[in-house]
């Protein structure tokens, strides 16, 4: 089966990482991504900006220059960003914003409606959140109304399932990501959100995996092959990302 990673992370420490909660990654370098995935078909995916990188942008254009034209960058940027940096980071392959609710180390959530409009009024690129879906009922109203929003993880939480099959059902995306991080029935949730709209769900190996409770192994692709058919399989693991980030 062919593969869109929709999140994985580079890690290169030629550039700024800064310890965040008491937590410092591993080096994690595009040539580390390529060994992890050679057994897979990866054919494109989305280097996804941690906590620990902040704002820097410099190890994301390297790693995009790395990867090639069918990999694209979710980064994070403080609202005063100007246009023309944006318009920079899109023609260089950035692709989305993030927000990391989770663990720090973007912009704070108070600028979410302002700054997903903006962003996606200016080069059409989506907001990702990564936090707890059962906070999701604080600020579902103004994701609702947002025109590209998709939720890290499976919204790693069983409570904050309901809730975010809620989103779902309203078009939000989501993460099938994380499988060794999160703390609900991963099976259960996958089949929920895909018979909820099964053009939401979005697989990532979420390489290298930091602090998770165990890492990407094959098998998390073994279960969604499992699960789905051939079609819905295909539309979990590369159409629906590959149409999200290269619309």
């Not at 962003?119 to 109203?141: F, N, Q, R, T």
């Amino acid at each position: 089966m062919r593969i869109f990673d929709a999140h994985f992370h580079i890690i290169d420490f030629d550039f700024p990482i800064k310890e965040n909660q008491g937590y410092t990654p591993p080096s994690y370098v595009t040539s580390d991504y390529q060994k992890d995935t050679i057994n897979l078909n990866v054919q494109g995916g989305a280097i996804v900006s941690g906590s620990f990188q902040g704002f820097d942008q410099d190890y994301l254009l390297k790693a995009l220059n790395q990867m090639g034209s069918t990999f694209c960058g979710v980064t994070q940027l403080p609202f005063t960003v100007t246009d023309e940096e944006i318009l920079n980071l899109h023609n260089k392959g950035v692709r989305a914003l993030r927000f990391n609710i989770r663990r720090g180390g973007s912009e704070d959530l108070s600028k979410l409606d302002y700054f997903a409009r903006r962003v996606y009024d200016l080069v059409g690129w989506h907001s990702e959140l990564y936090m707890d879906a059962k906070e999701l009922p604080g600020i579902a109203s103004t994701i609702e109304n947002l025109p590209a929003i998709s939720i890290d993880h499976l919204g790693l939480s069983e409570e904050g399932l309901p809730h975010l099959l809620k989103l779902v059902d309203k078009g939000i995306r989501v993460k099938a990501t994380g499988f060794g991080r999160v703390k609900l029935n991963v099976p259960n949730a996958l089949k929920s959100i895909y018979e909820a709209n099964p053009d939401a769900l979005m697989f990532g190996t979420d390489l290298p995996s930091t602090r998770a409770t165990r890492p990407f192994e094959y098998g998390d692709v073994a279960l969604i092959q499992q699960l789905f058919d051939e079609q819905a399989t295909d539309k979990i693991l590369y159409t629906n990302a590959y149409q999200w980030y290269f619309k």
